[in-house]
């Protein structure tokens, strides 16, 4: 993995403890997780270049080292479907985050492929002074934020941990393809929660992943959304 050694060496040489999104992602893919294809446009005419490469409909995200939780900046647009849209949220994406950070350093936007509705889910790794580095599992928006409707196992996992995580969260019944919605690939994640935990259980100097969110299908799923956090030296 000379990729992920190199993407974290990058980081701390620029003391850096966050990785960006596209670099986070670059990691996880590294492992064998499946993320949305995501490139930095660094002006407005290469955000409609990278958006008719990658193909309608794209995001846009902002992308800024001083800027962690996009949404809260006005900082991803979804679901655009052409220049016209691309430009518009780029230029909104810019405006609202240099009035609500007007100190932040802003590399651009990140354009990514729009990945089609699923059951959002998040994974995730945090680290528990005394016992390591701890692996989540958990349904996605109000169910974590509301509900702390999360499973948590401590590193390494097997496949029955992996299991078990996934069967005892409450809103389990919603991966089963609840109301007519399609059921979310569980063995699929399972094996998600796997190849975290062997990436993470391998490369200690990882503090922190968050996942947030993946969307599970059918068949497979995918990041959407991604952060690693490396110790602070
Ligand atoms: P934040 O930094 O605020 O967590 P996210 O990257 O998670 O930003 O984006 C916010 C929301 O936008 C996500 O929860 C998801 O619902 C939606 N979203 C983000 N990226 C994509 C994508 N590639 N395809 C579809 N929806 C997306
Ligand atoms: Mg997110």
């Known amino acids: 993995m ?31 997780i499946t993320c949305t294809d995501t490139r930095l446009a660094p002006t407005r005419e290469n955000a409609v270049a ?26 991803v647009k979804v679901n655009l479907k052409d220049k016209a849209d691309v430009e518009r949220a780029y230029d909104e994406i810019m ?13 651009g936007v990140t354009v990514q492929s729009m990945a ?28 974590v934020e509301l509900l702390k409707d999360v499973a948590f196992r401590i590193v390494p996992i097997e496949k029955s941990d992996a299991e078990d995580m996934i069967n005892e969260i409450k809103g389990k019944k919603l991966l089963e393809g609840y109301r007519g919605q399609e059921p979310a690939d569980v063995a699929y994640l399972q094996q998600m929660l796997l190849k975290l935990s062997d990436f993470v259980n391998a490369t200690p100097e ?4 968050d996942m947030n969110p993946v969307f599970a299908y059918k068949d497979g799923a995918v990041v959407v959304d991604a952060r690693i956090i490396l110790p602070a030296a």
């Open 116 to 143: 089609k509705p699923g059951i959002e889910v998040i994974m995730g790794i945090v680290k528990d002074p005394s016992f390591g580095p701890v692996i989540m599992f958990g349904l996605g928006g109000v169910f």
């Open 2 to 32: 000379a990729n992920v050694t190199e993407i974290l060496n990058q980081a701390r040489k620029e003391k850096r403890t966050v990785l960006t999104e596209i670099e986070s992602k670059k990691v996880l893919r590294a492992v064998g």
């Open 50 to 75: 990278l958006s008719s490469e990658i193909g309608y409909p794209v995001v846009l995200k902002i992308s800024s080292k001083d800027i962690t939780h996009k949404s809260d900046a006005g900082g």
């Open 206 to 209: 990882i503090e922190e992943i």
């Open 95 to 107: 405006t609202s985050a240099r009035k609500k950070f007007p100190n932040a350093v802003i590399e």
